[in-house]
């Protein structure tokens, strides 16, 4: 699937998003490695730390359904037409890094062009499974 497939179901994701007190809509849509596609939109709540982003409700739709292995994710946001960059938060990252290898992309509308990152670039020196190890 191509990256402005992706981005375009993001696009359609961010319309359901549940944002009443901040007007930020987001839409993500995560690429797995077996073809299947999850979306996610934010879901805030009046008690601002119970809200979710898109992001980790397209990952945990993916993991609930028992999937493990992603290729890249689109995300759209913002409060009107969406076209400036929406980066993941930061605990977003963390989630993505959970389940991305070095390949993994995160893409990102700017305009009618389209930013793509690894996770490493937008979490360097992250926490890794590998620690816990250590």
Do not use: W
């Not at 690429?31 to 979710?52: F, H, I, K, R, T």
């Not at 890249?72 to 290898?101: M, N, S, T, W, Y």
Request: contains cysteine; hydrophobic residues 40%.
């Amino acid at each position: 699937m191509s990256d402005q497939e992706l981005m375009l179901l993001a696009k359609k994701a961010r319309e359901n998003a549940y944002a009443p007190y901040s007007k930020f809509k987001v839409g993500a849509a995560l690429l797995c490695s077996d073809g299947s596609v999850y979306v996610g939109c934010n879901v805030e709540n009046a008690s601002y730390g119970a809200s979710v982003c898109a992001e980790r409700t397209a990952i945990f739709g993916a993991v609930s359904d028992g999937k493990r292995s992603f290729l890249k994710i689109a995300v759209c946001g913002g409060r009107d037409h969406a076209d400036a960059p929406c980066p993941p938060c930061g605990d977003c990252r963390q989630v993505l890094r959970e389940f991305a290898d070095n390949t993994f992309r995160v893409i990102l509308k700017n305009g009618d062009a389209l930013l793509s990152y690894t996770i490493d670039a937008l979490l360097p020196l992250s926490f890794q499974k590998g620690v816990l190890n250590a």
